[in-house]
C-alpha cells in the first residue's frame, strides 16, 4: 500500500484523475471498476476534462460499478446508474453497452450477483479500481462484518451509511434504501490495481484504521492493507490522524512513479 497527501480536495482528485488517464492512455481496452458519491465527482470532472482537452478515448473502456440500491430504476435519478450517466458515461465517448452496473430491479437478486461476477470474470478481470472509504470503514457496501473473501451480493446498509446518504433522498433517511447489491471484498482484491480517495476531516480517524490499524471485518478497507497494488491518495484533512505521514510524503517525493505528478 501507497499512501500519497495532497495538499487539499482539488489536488487529490486532480491526481487520482491523472492515474486513471495514464492507465488508459497506456491500454484503451481497459476495465475499469468505478465508485460514487460526494468525493468522486471531481474525478469524473478530471476524467472528463482529459477527454475534451487530450482526447483521452473511452471508447473501448469497460466499466463495472461497485453496487447499486435493491428497488430503484436505473432512470431514477437517485440511482447510481442516473449518477454515473450524469456524472461520467454521458460526458465522454464511452460506449453505453460497455457500462455495467448490478440490476437493483433483478426479479431474481441472487441470480443478478451471480450474473455481475461472471460479466467481471469474461472481461479478464478489473484492471483499475477506484474506491473510495465510507464512514463505517466500508469499501463498496461491504459493511462492518463483512466476510474478507466474499463475492458480489445483496447486502443491508448500515445506519451510518444510511445516515450519510440521505442528503441524496431530500435528508431523509427514511427514504433511503435499506439494501443494496454490492460487489464483494474479494471481489475487489481481486482488481489488479486499486486506487482509493478520500478526503475531508471527516474520514480522517476511518482512514487511520484502514490504512494504519489492524486488518479487521469490522473495517473492511483495511483489507486493502493485502493488496499487491493499492494506491490511497488523501488530503491534508483526512491524513490529519495518520502515524506516518513524514514517510508517506518521502516516499512520494523520491520514488520515480510520481514524478510527473508531483510537477
Not at 448490478?102 to 474506491?131: F, K, N, T, W
Request: charged letters at 25%; hydrophobic letters at 40%.
Amino acid at each position: 500500500m501507497e499512501v500519497i497527501i495532497r495538499p487539499d480536495e482539488q489536488s487529490a482528485a486532480r491526481l487520482v484523475g491523472g492515474i486513471i488517464a495514464k492507465e488508459l492512455h497506456a491500454r484503451p481496452q481497459l476495465v475499469l471498476g468505478l465508485a460514487t458519491g460526494g468525493t468522486m465527482e471531481k474525478v469524473y470532472d478530471e476524467l472528463a476534462r482529459h477527454h475534451r482537452e487530450e482526447k483521452l478515448d473511452f471508447s473501448l473502456c469497460r466499466t463495472f460499478n461497485l453496487d447499486e440500491y435493491i428497488g430503484l430504476a436505473p432512470d431514477d435519478p437517485r440511482s447510481y446508474r442516473a449518477y454515473m450517466n450524469r456524472q461520467l458515461f454521458g460526458r465522454v465517448n464511452i460506449d453505453p453497452r460497455n457500462t455495467h452496473l448490478p440490476d437493483g430491479m433483478a426479479r431474481d437478486l441472487s441470480a443478478e450477483c451471480r450474473h455481475y461476477e461472471h460479466l467481471i470474470h469474461d472481461c479478464g478481470g478489473i484492471d483499475v479500481q477506484l474506491l473510495g472509504i465510507g464512514r463505517s470503514g466500508h469499501i463498496g457496501f461491504n459493511e462492518p462484518l463483512s466476510a474478507l473473501r466474499s463475492r458480489t451480493r445483496e447486502k443491508a446498509l448500515a445506519p451510518t451509511t444510511i445516515e450519510q446518504n440521505a442528503i441524496y433522498f431530500d435528508n431523509d433517511p427514511a427514504k433511503v434504501p435499506k439494501r443494496a447489491i454490492t460487489m464483494g471484498v474479494g471481489t475487489i482484491l481481486e482488481a489488479h490495481r486499486c486506487v482509493v480517495l478520500v478526503t475531508g476531516k471527516a474520514k480522517a480517524d476511518i482512514v487511520a484504521k484502514a490504512v494504519e490499524g489492524p486488518i479487521t471485518a469490522m473495517v473492511t478497507a483495511s483489507v486493502l492493507q493485502l493488496h499487491p497494488r493499492c494506491t490511497v491518495v488523501v488530503d491534508e484533512a483526512a491524513a490529519s490522524k495518520l502515524q506516518g505521514t513524514d514517510y508517506y510524503r518521502w516516499i512520494f517525493e523520491n520514488e520515480p512513479e510520481w514524478a510527473e505528478f508531483r510537477r
